[in-house]
């Protein structure tokens, strides 16, 4: 049995479009805190507006379903007394999301950083049921955590050149059905030139936000990703910043 579940989980692996990296540590309680705290404010970010967008009922309609309490309530030639589901134009849940780690050389001690700010993106999707695939890039693309897999608390640190390509192209598999796609990348934006326009990679639906991570210029970060030509563009100094400058972003988004 052992065996044949073994030989289950490489089948599982070689047919998936990116192979999980193997470059991993585990994360530390500092990397632990930070996720958590970049969690509970990425929900405060994300959950208003995906309740605002959330299909509910609405009671004492013309047509509907019966709604007992508005019918023996009624007053003589009221017809309101029906119930129905609002959920025209609510594409609050209909999203995914995909995160892509760049962990090339370059990035460097920033891997550690921005480790936590992945788990807290997917950790906030998870409270909230959105299919969230964080996937990692140097010279080759891999898979961190798939959308149907429980995240572990591993980060994954920065290990050969950089190509985001193969990321790019497996967008298409991170919808999981949904119409709506959003896509962040963090990344130096030290990209090879068959990379450098991100709107080869759009689709409809699909919100590609880039974010910068530099403690000493980030602002000069911020020019050169949006030579990338993503949907919005941000470089931050501390990654707790991360949640606040996106939001209006998402806002946005999802308006």
Sequence with gaps: QDAKDFMTMVNEERERSLPHT?????????QLDTAADIS?????VLEPLATQVEPSWRFRQETG????????????????FWTDLDDEGRQGYDVAVSVLLDVSYSMGSAC???????LGIRKACDELEL????????????????????????WAYANGGTNPYGNLQDLDNQMYGKSRHLVVILTDG????????????SRPGRY???VGYDMYNPSGLREA?????????????????????VTSAISAYFA
Aim: glycine share 4%.
């Design 22 to 30: 193997t470059a991993v540590r585990i994360m530390d309680e500092k």
């Design 40 to 44: 509970n404010n990425m929900l405060l």
């Design 65 to 80: 379903i019966l709604d007992p309490v508005s019918y023996l309530t009624r007053e003589p030639g009221d017809t309101d």
């Design 112 to 118: 550690y950083d921005l480790g936590s700010v992945a």
């Design 131 to 154: 299919p969230c695939t964080v996937s990692v890039f140097d010279d080759k693309p891999n898979m961190l955590w798939a959308a149907d897999e429980e995240p572990t608390d591993m």
């Design 190 to 201: 030290i990209w090879p030139d068959d990379c450098k326009n991100l709107s080869a990679f």
């Design 208 to 210: 590609i936000i880039c």
């Design 225 to 245: 990703l949006a030579a990338l030509n993503p949907n919005e563009v941000f470089g931050i100094r501390d990654v707790r910043e991360f949640p606040s400058v």
